[in-house]
């Protein structure tokens, strides 16, 4: 049977509960947490934060807000001081609702507290263009692992735990080892060792909060440090359940968050700057 798509808000929708999301969680907020708040303002079900954009690896909730963030950021009611950090500016704090939401392309931009109106006019945003989609080859990444022969898939899965600094890494196999697909041991400061089970999974929907309890029951007894690597997403079930109080945490990696780690560690995955030529004209006038 196929699965009905959610009906997500339009990306205008976002902006306000972005800025309010902000504001209650202290001005400063991670990715999930960001989500999770407008998630609860706007009263979103699990179907529409799981929606995928396109065929993933994001949502396509955090997708349009990752917009919103930028339409934001332009406005001077969000700064970005360093990737993946998020903060609320004086402006923002003060910041209306009508203000805000002039920042969506196609609206006129109403001037906020700290800029005049001439400065506002000269910022009007764009006539709305269909974006280039940057997931696009996060998707790419992900369907190749996907299509990875097994044997391929645990070279991978073992040569990523390396990188990451785990050490003493075995992969348990096509067998499996009780939902346990590779072990290893990860040091702190030179000093503290833990073994770590790690599970890893090539979904392409979502993993949900029973895949996290089964996981939970097949390292009992053997560590309380575990890893949850998924092609897919996890729904909220599953992130309430891998933190949930009186159990062991379990630490998630998600389709997104994987091409993000295998960007950094370039590993199948190759970022090319291009090269811009320009005149120096006051070399040529010095001369």
Known sequence: ??????????????????????????????????????????????????????NGPASEV????????????????????KRGVWVLTLIGRAVSKEEAESVAPNKKRVATKGKDASQAEAEIT????IPVDEAE?????????????PAAFERLAKRLLLELGFSKVTVTGGSGDGGIDAVGTVTVNSVLTFKVVVQCKRYRDTVGAGDLRNFRGAMQGR???????????????????ATRD??????????????????????????????????????????
Not at 66 to 76: C, D
Not at 126 to 129: D, H, I, K, Q, W
Not at 248 to 264: C, F, N, V, Y
């Open 62 to 81: 955090a997708y349009r807000v990752a917009w919103v963030q930028t339409w934001l950021k332009h406005a001077g009611i969000l700064e970005n001081p």
């Open 223 to 241: 560590t309380d440090k575990a890893l949850f690597i998924t092609t897919g997403s996890f729904t909220r079930g599953a992130i309430d359940e």
């Open 1 to 54: 049977m196929l699965k009905v798509k959610a009906k997500v808000p339009g990306y205008g929708e976002f902006i306000w509960p972005t800025v309010v999301a902000f504001r209650e969680l202290g001005g400063s907020a991670d990715k999930q947490q960001l989500l999770d708040k407008i998630a609860e303002l706007m009263g979103l079900s699990e179907d529409v934060m799981t929606e995928l954009h396109h």
């Open 137 to 149: 080859w996060q998707t790419d990444v992900l369907d190749t692992i996907k299509n990875m022969n």
């Open 246 to 287: 009186g159990v062991p945490e379990i630490d998630l990696i998600s389709g997104e968050d994987l091409t993000g780690i295998l960007k950094e560690l370039k590993l199948g995955v190759k970022t090319e700057m291009v090269e811009k030529v320009s005149v120096v004209k006051e070399f040529f006038a010095d001369i």
């Open 126 to 129: 764009p006539p709305l263009v």
